[in-house]
């Protein structure tokens, strides 16, 4: 038998606990052996619920019984979440989580005292969901060289767009306040459409892929507040969809990584990945492409990751386990300045003389197919670089919009 905590019992923490529980008995089978779920740490009661038999207010009750042999981290945030993850590793309990934010900022750290004690520090939850996105690379991916990582990392966000795409018309703004009166966009929902929390998940996926520490700080990040009703209607006229992705990937000119919207024709895999659905895409030399897709949030389909890393906790409990990120450096990002795309530009009916002189667009699109736009023109830009947009568009002036072609 294994003794497992958790720290926290909110909507993944009580997914974890239920999961267990209902599970029990396949889980025990998977793992070789019983686990036991010993503490429950919250600072609320829950009257009623069976969790009051193992509830504890103190993490010291944790922290300090050796039986504890698997810590599951599901607190969210920064504190004190590192503090009490740092303290288990260190007392050589193994640690499961699904902090993308910890894992982030301080994931190099973590896992750089979990090899001194020769314990594991699994977060496979922290990217995607219930996609088992991290374990494919670092055990079913092992023989490929993975060049280019690419994801709809957010649920929020693809709910959003597939809303606005899916009722024509209707504003970013009225669809935020709908995600979030459906439990998929917090209060404050800046982490979503500031693209915050999907530039977090593919620094860590990059941190696997790449081996090297890669800071979501560095990555260029841009989100969706800007997209409009009519930038929807364009692309829907275009046969494209708006797509937040986030990706990684090698070139001659080293590593990029980044996060914006973008336009996705229909034959690639990620176009058909509506709502709250995630997916990554993957390439390797050998594999070629591979595409991974599931619930990126929610209660039970992310405990479901954190239980899979709880049994893999147990199969390697006194032994380390592999994992791609394994150098204690911080990995040079590579700007997007070098990129070249074609571009969607919207812009004022007055300019189209000024547009034809400095970005020399093949033609035009007809305002009457998205509907009879007659203050504005649109067209799609010759493959540019990011820099050579950039300068063309403050040659030019006042840009409606753009959107890059993927």
């Known amino acids: 038998m294994i003794k497992a905590a958790i720290l926290g019992f909110g909507t993944v923490g009580s997914g974890v606990y239920n999961v267990l529980k209902s599970n029990n008995r396949l889980v025990n089978e998977r793992a070789g052996q019983e686990i036991e779920v010993k503490y429950v740490l919250d600072l609320r009661d829950f009257p009623g619920d069976p969790v009051e038999s193992v509830l504890t207010h103190d993490f010291e009750d944790i922290i300090n019984d050796p039986e504890v042999k698997i810590v599951v981290e599901v607190m969210g945030g920064i504190n004190p979440a590192f503090d009490f993850t740092k303290r288990c590793l260190e007392e050589g309990k193994n640690v499961c989580t699904s902090n993308k934010e910890l894992v982030a900022e301080h994931g190099l750290e973590l896992m ?3 090899r001194e004690n020769d314990v594991n520090y699994f977060f496979e939850a922290s990217c995607g969901g219930g996609i088992p996105i991290i374990r494919a690379l670092n055990d079913c991916l092992t023989a490929d060289d993975i060049d280019r990582i690419t994801g709809i990392l957010n649920g929020t966000t693809n709910f959003i767009l597939t809303e606005m795409t899916e009722k024509p018309g209707v504003s970013f703004g009225k669809v935020l306040k709908q995600a979030q009166a ?46 409009t009703a009519e930038d929807i ?14 990706e990684a990937s090698r070139t001659e000119d080293g590593i990029r990584v980044y996060v914006a919207p973008f336009l996705v024709d ?5 176009y058909p990945i509506n709502g709250v659905m995630n997916a990554v895409y993957v390439h390797g030399n050998m594999l070629g492409d591979a595409v991974f897709t599931g619930a990126g949030a929610g209660s039970l389909p992310t405990a479901s990751a954190v239980v899979a890393d709880v ?50 667009p093949d033609g035009f699109l007809d305002t009457i197919s998205v509907g009879e736009l007659e203050d504005e023109i649109a067209f799609i830009t010759p493959e540019l670089s990011e820099s050579e947009f ?17």
């Open 112 to 114: 750089s005292i979990a």
């Open 182 to 227: 459906n439990g998929y966009a917090e209060r404050d929902p800046s982490a979503d459409v500031d693209a915050f929390d999907p530039a977090r998940k593919i620094a860590i996926l990059a941190s696997i892929v790449f081996g090297s520490s890669v800071d979501y700080k560095d990555v260029y990040t841009e989100g969706i507040r800007q997209i």
């Open 233 to 246: 209607r364009y692309s829907t006229t275009l046969g494209y969809a708006i797509k937040l992705l986030a």
């Open 266 to 270: 229909p034959s690639h895999p990620l």
């Open 311 to 360: 049994i893999d906790a147990a199969r390697h409990d006194g032994k380390r386990a592999y994992c791609g990120w394994k150098h204690d450096e911080k990995l040079a990002i590579t700007s997007i300045d070098g990129v070249r795309r074609k571009y969607l530009v919207r812009i004022s009916t007055e300019d189209e003389a000024k547009a034809n002189k400095v970005f020399s």
């Open 390 to 406: 950039e300068a063309k568009a403050k040659e030019f002036g006042k840009v409606i919009s753009r959107i890059r072609f993927y």
